[in-house]
């Protein structure tokens, strides 16, 4: 079970549940891996909802990568995401909201 106040997301890859978390080095492999921008840009793209299925896939791959999954980002394809794109643009969104909720905020 994700635990919110430690910035934990739940996904569900193929029924199974999965804890997502942005940490210092996930966020780092993310900026690593995006193609433009930094992480504040990637913030700002989602906040204005502009953002990309590309965005969406790095966002989910650092925070499974962050919550102890070893698994790349080409393991995604066939995956079956519980709730679909939707899903996984909320849980990226929430993600990144709680990784830099201030302390003691609801993120």
Not at 6 to 28: F, I, M, N, R, Y
Not at 62 to 75: P, S
Not at 100 to 107: I, N, R, S, W
């Amino acid at each position: 079970m994700a635990n919110p106040w430690a910035g934990e997301v739940s996904l569900s890859l193929d029924g199974v549940p999965h804890v997502c978390k942005l940490t210092l080095g996930a966020l780092a492999e993310l900026e690593e891996q995006l193609e433009e921008g930094s992480l504040i840009d990637l913030v700002e793209r989602f906040e204005a909802g502009r953002f990309r299925a590309r965005d969406v896939l790095a966002l989910i791959v650092a925070g499974l990568r962050g919550g102890g999954w070893q698994g790349r980002a080409v393991d995604l394809r066939a995956v079956e995401i519980g709730g679909g794109p939707a899903e996984a643009a909320r849980a990226a969104a929430q993600m990144l909201a709680r990784a830099f909720a201030p302390p003691g905020g609801d993120g």
